[in-house]
């Protein structure tokens, strides 16, 4: 399931029982939903490549008591955010094996905010992946059944696999629509 906050107002995006169909429906206008087919519903992509910031100027940013890494790592954010080809396999930074502290954590989720899309996902484990403000960078967490965060991560690029239907499920969809079809046609 997926929120998207848009200029109209916010979007809620269900995935259906048919994985990479997804309906779609405005908060304030919960009579008016559309069906989209896709990995993702398209308003998430448009929403990340044209809401969000395209730079982070770190220049003048002093870290606050206590930070080690943040630094390095808000560069390494921005380096690559700038520097990666459309359609690159996204760039991964894993924070579970990382050194940060609290410091480090608070002033990284600070200083690149939130964007508009939220998804939540709760298929082979429970993920989250929340669009950060600045352009194609989320904030990804994978979550164990006690709900503790197991694997946290920032993902460079589109929308993360975690929030996507794969190929698989595509497939396995098409697959029940024809036994369904076939049935009301008999």
């Given amino acids: 399931n997926a929120l998207i906050a848009t200029a109209e107002g916010l ?3 269900s995935e259906t029982v048919f994985p990479g169909l997804w309906l779609l429906r405005r908060e304030d206008a919960p009579d008016t939903a559309w069906v989209e087919i896709g990995d993702v519903p398209a308003l998430a992509r448009d ?3 044209s809401v969000t910031r395209d730079t982070l100027p770190l220049e003048h ?18 380096h690559i955010a700038q520097t990666q080809p459309p359609g690159a396999a ?3 930074l894993n924070f579970t094996l990382m050194p940060m502290t609290e410091a480090d954590t608070d002033f990284l989720a600070a200083v690149l905010g939130q964007g508009p899309v939220r998804f939540a996902s709760g298929g082979y484990g429970t993920a989250r992946v929340i669009l950060t403000g600045l352009r194609n960078v989320w904030a990804v967490q994978y979550l164990n059944s006690m709900g503790v965060v197991i694997l946290d991560t920032i993902e460079i690029g589109d929308v993360p696999q975690a929030a996507c239907a794969q190929r698989e499920d595509f497939e396995d969809s098409a697959e029940r629509l024809r036994h369904i079809l076939a049935g009301e046609a008999q």
Avoid: C, F, K
């Fill in 11 to 13: 979007v809620q995006a």
């Fill in 47 to 49: 929403m990340a490549a």
């Fill in 61 to 78: 940013m002093v870290p606050p008591d206590g930070a080690m890494n943040v630094m390095g790592v808000l560069a390494e954010i921005r």
């Fill in 90 to 92: 996204n760039h991964v």
